[in-house]
């Protein structure tokens, strides 16, 4: 079944760490797009990408990176700059990047600070 | 400034009683409109979504919803509500105009009662 995997499903990062969310696709879909979700402010945009080697940044950038080496992936970095990196991130996909393509959402992961 | 609303942070309905849920957008033109539904603890799964034509739309799990150009509103709405309705429920919108960009609302959660 294609759809879109995101791992883990649970992190936990240490003050001054650097972690890495992945998200990876089968559906051969151009666009990927990385989502903030905090509680009562729906889904923020960090990253977004049209197509391999490229990316550009969304609303909330800072703190984050990332990098799109294959089409099929499409991993998020929350580094040591990110001063409240506590939420619940979503990874999706479109076929393309274009005004009114559907979203195709992974399950999630959910980073906590220790 | 563009913007999508939902007024309703929270609503609860006894199974089986009709739903609807408001969304309003601020937009110069009618944009892209998408609903989408998201389970506890999981990525967000499509409804339904409107570009043009017919004001109604059906979208899956017998939900629909209109969009009133009038009102720079999209209700989503469901006959008979079913405890597994329980969820998450985001209002969307991909404006046609400008570069690419999906705003989502920041979400109205559906509580169902026996």
């Known amino acids: 079944d294609g759809g879109i995997t995101q791992s883990p499903k649970y992190l936990f990062r240490k003050e001054g760490q650097n972690v890495t969310l992945s998200c990876e696709q089968n559906?051969?879909?151009?666009?990927m797009y990385w989502y903030r979700q905090d509680p009562g402010q729906g889904l923020r945009l960090i990253y977004y990408?049209?197509?391999?080697?490229?990316?550009q940044k969304g609303d909330i950038a800072e703190g984050y990176s990332v990098s799109r080496e294959k089409k099929e992936s499409f991993p998020l970095t929350v580094t040591s700059a990110q001063k409240n990196p506590t939420a619940f991130y979503l990874c999706?996909?479109?076929?393309?990047?274009?005004?009114?393509?559907?979203?195709?959402f992974g399950p999630g992961t959910r980073l906590l600070v220790l | 400034a563009q913007s999508v609303t939902q007024p309703d942070i929270h609503i609860t309905v006894s199974e089986g009683a009709s739903l609807e849920l408001r969304c309003n957008y601020s937009?110069?033109?009618?944009?892209?409109l998408f609903w989408y539904v998201q389970s506890p603890g999981q990525g967000l799964q499509l409804l339904l979504k409107?570009?043009?034509?017919?004001?109604l739309v059906q979208g899956i799990k017998g939900f629909e919803a209109e969009f009133k150009r009038s009102q720079s509103s999209f209700n989503l709405r469901k006959p008979s509500v079913h405890w597994s309705d329980a969820a998450e429920y985001f209002c969307?919108?991909?404006?046609?105009?400008?570069?690419?960009?999906?705003?989502f609302g920041a979400g109205t959660r559906l509580f169902v009662k026996a």
């Open positions: 999706a996909s479109s076929i393309a990047n274009r005004r009114g393509e559907t979203q195709y």
């Open positions: 559906l051969n879909h151009d666009a």
């Open positions: 990408s049209q197509i391999v080697n490229d990316f």
């Open positions: 937009y110069g033109a009618t944009p892209y």
């Open positions: 409107y570009f043009s034509g017919d004001t």
């Open positions: 969307a919108v991909s404006p046609n105009t400008g570069g690419f960009k999906t705003i």
